[in-house]
């Protein structure tokens, strides 16, 4: 079982709002990934880390910004939430013994009115 | 023309069936790996492999590295294993994933 874990698992925000969720591993991997998932679509990567004080913009345009201080906790922020920004956001991590094998947070459902 | 294709794109079947579902990617690869997402949102690995064949209990993938393919087999399939089945595969040397659009499989008890 995977030791990743994100904050809130649901959440629902009027527009305009300042939202911040949360992810953290307790596997010490150096690397994570923040995806957005529309229903019924495919996942889209928006924000990756290699580490400490490096971060990524992923292939999916995102307002949301990230940050990386510790190893285990990467948190994303959505500075003034939209009604387009309602989504399912998911958080994973891999680490440097199987780097390509990424363990998945089970996600925030996010609905913005 | 997505990298990641898979087919079918919905499946429903009896209990007990033997399922298939395929997968096809258009680029080189380091790895390929199958995961699984139930109705609430979460996902796991289910296999991670670059050649050959892997089986985790009832669960068999294969990949076939020159003609681009991979399948994923459910034998003797339970109302549990309904749930969306992805495929997502790492570039060469790049560890960000390429995702499918996933199989929605539906078993009927």
């Known amino acids: 079982e995977a030791d990743i874990y994100q904050t809130p698992r649901y959440l629902v925000i009027g527009t305009g709002k300042k939202i911040t969720l949360e992810c953290s591993q307790t596997?010490?991997?150096?690397?994570m990934y923040w995806y957005q998932q529309d229903p019924g679509m495919e996942l889209h990567l928006i924000h990756y880390?290699?580490?400490?004080?490096?971060?990524e913009k992923g292939d999916l345009s995102s307002e949301s910004t990230v940050s990386r201080i510790r190893t285990e906790h990467f948190p994303l922020t959505l500075e003034s939430a939209r009604p387009s920004h309602t989504s399912q956001y998911l958080c994973?991590?891999?680490?440097?013994?199987?780097?390509?094998?990424?363990?998945f947070g089970p996600g925030t459902r996010l609905t913005v009115t | 023309k997505n990298e990641v294709e898979q087919s079918p794109q919905n499946l429903t079947a009896q209990e007990g069936e033997f399922i298939t579902i395929n997968c096809s990617y258009s680029v080189g690869i380091s790895a390929l790996h199958w995961l699984q997402q139930h109705p609430g949102g979460g996902i796991v690995s289910l296999f991670m492999?670059?050649?050959g064949k892997k089986k985790h209990g009832r669960l068999i993938a294969t990949i076939n590295i020159q003609e681009k393919h991979s399948s994923l087999h459910i034998t003797a399939s339970h109302p549990r294993d309904s749930a969306v089945y992805i495929c997502a595969v790492n570039g060469f040397g790049n560890e960000k994933l390429t995702f499918g659009t996933g199989t929605r499989l539906t078993i009927i008890p």
């Open positions: 994973a991590s891999s680490g440097t013994g199987t780097p390509y094998e990424q363990y």
């Open positions: 596997m010490g991997h150096d690397k």
């Open positions: 492999l670059s050649s």
């Open positions: 880390s290699y580490g400490v004080n490096s971060t």
